[in-house]
């Protein structure tokens, strides 16, 4: 008989919380963001930028929601929307002293952008396990050839962060079916009247059978089209 496997957390204290409470908010107003790119088709993600004020006291500085085909850009992620306006509010190409909210971890576009920005830290919410470059697929800034600035923290509000994708993607799979199902069975006003309907005037194969246009939608392809 073995052992019995004695976690860490059966022996170690506590480990301290590994968000702040300033970051949760601020998680919850990028959830906010996400729903917005929800509302236009995007894909939803946000993402929101804190810095502290004179007072020490973390602000909202920038937010952003993805919106690549919204504004016909494939750079646009919500990660370099809220940076592009940090950026410019600030006057400043680097932000070092901020920290990055969003609710699906970085791509590596993304990734590389944060750390030219030399960002604090950053804080993500769902894992993103196709492109995901802060530790699902490749964790970018683990390099120390890359990256000498920039904390990640993953996890934050994690659950919230992928239900909200996955009841995105759950409903444009349903509406991906249900235009698949109407081109099948045509309403009951397109019907051709069976008195129009002779042997002699079949319907041509080739217009009975439709293929679909609509690729299927892989679950992780921010701004693919609807
Ligand atoms: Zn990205």
Request: proline content about 10%; charged content about 25%.
């Amino acid at each position: 008989m073995t052992d019995p496997i004695v976690l860490e957390s059966d022996t170690d204290p506590a480990p301290a919380a590994p968000f702040t409470p300033a970051e949760e908010r601020a998680m919850r107003q990028a959830l906010d963001q996400a729903q917005n790119a929800w509302l236009v088709g995007e894909v939803p993600v946000g993402a929101v930028i804190l810095r502290d004020d004179a007072d020490g006291l973390p602000q909202v500085i920038a937010t952003g929601y993805n919106r690549p085909i919204t504004t016909t850009d494939p750079t646009a992620h919500a990660e370099l929307v809220a940076l592009r306006h940090a950026a410019q509010l600030l006057d400043n190409y680097r932000l070092p002293d901020c920290t990055l909210v969003v609710t699906l971890e970085p791509c590596a576009m993304c990734a590389m952008a944060l750390m030219h920005a030399r960002f604090k830290r950053i804080v993500f919410g769902a894992r993103d396990p196709k492109t995901g470059a802060a530790g699902s697929v490749v964790d970018l800034f683990a390099l120390p050839q890359l990256n000498h600035h920039t904390i990640v923290a993953g996890g934050c509000m994690e659950a919230e962060c992928g239900a909200m994708l996955r009841e995105f993607f759950a409903e444009r799979r349903a509406a991906h079916k249900a235009r698949q199902a109407a081109r099948r069975a045509p309403a009951e006003d397109d019907a051709i009247p069976v008195a129009d309907v002779t042997v002699d005037d079949p319907i041509p194969i080739g217009v009975a059978v439709e293929i679909d246009p609509d690729p299927p939608v892989p679950p992780d392809a921010r701004g693919a089209p609807a």
